[in-house]
């Protein structure tokens, strides 16, 4: 290492070779010095390093980071953040859901050497999903967003936000309750469809979900079921006993969860908001 410093240092005062340099010269040195596989290493590390989007990653705040990893696959994750700061890296793993915190940890400990290409693609990936983030162009908010969080939560969660927000902005409020599919919003569907999706629903959620429904949506539900069906349902809602709010709000999510997976197959159309509106 002496050795090459002192030439490099006599070359440069000596004013040759100053033209030459860049990314063939470089290559051309490390060739002559570790071969050419372990030289093409090398120009492929520094050069991600310096346009990466690990790169990109470090300036940018672990509570950031996090949400936008969180549904990678756990050693993509490992992946990223084994090439990160530790503090940075540490950050973001403490931000992490539980359930992903040890398996990462644990994939990052085992983990072994990755080929120069795979890193590669992972990190283009990752920069070209950042670019719109980090420049403030990603959409990250509207009523959207929220009808889609509130889909999610039961009906007490989505009865308690939607009433505060009606008091703070009830235009909003309305905008996302149009943009809303809850499973009162059943009732909606028409007859085909509904018996589409009782095909799919087992029929121990029915006699749950329907306890807490109302009239209407358990008479349309009841009047698309064939009377043996009908009779066994309507028989088990009388002789089930009480349960948690909470328990008959999963099931019903989960009902609606498999009228949107019918609805992104094609076989049901979902209507949001004001159902009164006609078809042509």
Same mark, same amino acid.
């Given at each position: 290492m002496d050795q090459v410093l002192e030439e490099f240092e006599q070359h440069l005062l000596a004013g040759t070779w100053l033209a030459q340099g860049g990314v063939d010269f470089a290559r051309e040195v490390l060739e002559r010095a570790v071969g050419p596989r372990k030289a093409q290493e090398i120009l492929d590390r520094i050069n991600t390093r310096s346009t990466s989007g690990f790169y990109i990653l470090k300036n940018v705040a672990p509570q950031q980071i996090a949400p936008f990893i969180?549904?990678?696959?756990?050693?993509?994750?490992? *992946?990223?953040?084994?090439q990160l700061e530790s503090d940075q890296a540490g950050g973001i793993l403490s931000q992490l859901p539980e359930r992903?915190?040890?398996? &990462?940890?644990?994939?990052?400990?085992?983990?072994?050497?990755?080929?120069?290409?795979? *890193?590669?693609?992972?990190?283009?990936s990752l920069e070209a999903n950042l670019r719109d983030i980090l420049g403030g162009n990603q959409d990250v908010g509207g009523p959207k967003v929220v009808a889609d969080m509130l889909n999610l939560t039961g009906s007490t969660v989505e009865k308690n936000v939607l009433e505060?927000?009606? !008091?703070?902005?009830?235009?909003?409020?309305e905008q996302v309750r149009?943009?809303?599919? &809850?499973?009162?919003?059943? &009732?909606? *569907?028409?007859?085909?469809?509904?018996?589409?999706?009782?095909?799919?629903?087992?029929?121990?959620? *029915?006699?749950?979900?329907?306890?807490a429904a109302d009239d209407e949506l358990k008479g349309k539900v009841l009047g698309n079921m064939s009377e043996r069906v009908r009779q066994f349902i309507t028989e088990e809602m009388e002789f089930l !006993?009480?349960?948690?709010?909470?328990?008959?709000?999963?099931?019903?999510?989960?009902i609606?969860?498999?009228?949107?997976q019918l609805e992104d197959q094609g076989q049901i159309v979902i209507t949001r908001g004001d159902a009164s509106e006609t078809f042509v």
């Open positions: 969180s549904n990678e696959h756990p050693q993509t994750i490992a *992946l990223i953040l084994s992903l915190q040890a398996e &990462v940890a644990c994939r990052i400990a085992t983990m072994e050497n990755i080929t120069p290409n795979v *890193l590669k693609q992972i990190e283009e505060r927000m009606d !008091g703070a902005d009830p235009e909003i409020a149009n943009m809303m599919f &809850v499973f009162d919003d059943l &009732v909606k *569907l028409t007859d085909r469809e509904l018996q589409v999706l009782l095909k799919e629903v087992e029929q121990k959620d *029915l006699v749950v979900a329907l306890k !006993g009480p349960m948690r709010r909470s328990e008959v709000e999963e099931v019903q999510l989960r609606v969860q498999q009228c949107r």
